[in-house]
């Protein structure tokens, strides 16, 4: 099965900007994929995801226009691009893997991604 590995959590001040990257151990072109993140004390959520070929894409209300999912199956990487980061935003990391494609309904379900990696954290003060 597909291994992943975040990498690229930091601690940043309101306004920053972070890139983190998920480097899988197979190529990823057949898998929908998608970054998830989880706060202390809350359940985790979807933030965004995006089909094998790349070209589209799916954002949770409160990340859209601030941040970009982006994918180089060539590489084996799946990327969040983070910019004009909020206290909010602090929470560990993860990426995920699933065979099947989901739909704007479905892709934010953390059940229905079988493969995970181990997570990053980001720290955003104000």
């Known amino acids: 099965q597909v291994r992943l590995a975040e990498s690229g959590g930091a601690s940043v001040q309101t306004g920053g900007s972070l890139r983190l990257s998920c480097q899988a151990s197979e190529y990823i072109s057949d898998y929908f994929m998608g970054w998830f993140r989880q706060a202390p004390g809350k359940e985790r959520e979807g933030v965004a995801a995006?089909?094998?070929?790349?070209?589209?894409?799916y954002y949770a209300d409160s990340v859209k226009d601030r941040f970009t999912i982006s994918r180089d199956n060539a590489k084996k990487t799946l990327y969040l691009q983070m910019n004009f980061l909020k206290p909010e935003d602090t929470a560990t990391y993860y990426c995920?893997?699933?065979?099947?494609?989901?739909?704007?309904?479905?892709?934010?379900?953390?059940?229905?991604?079988?493969?995970w990696g181990q997570g990053t954290q980001v720290t955003v003060s104000s």
């Open positions: 995006i089909v094998g070929g790349g070209d589209s894409t």
């Open positions: 995920a893997a699933r065979w099947y494609r989901a739909d704007g309904n479905s892709w934010s379900s953390p059940a229905g991604y079988p493969h």
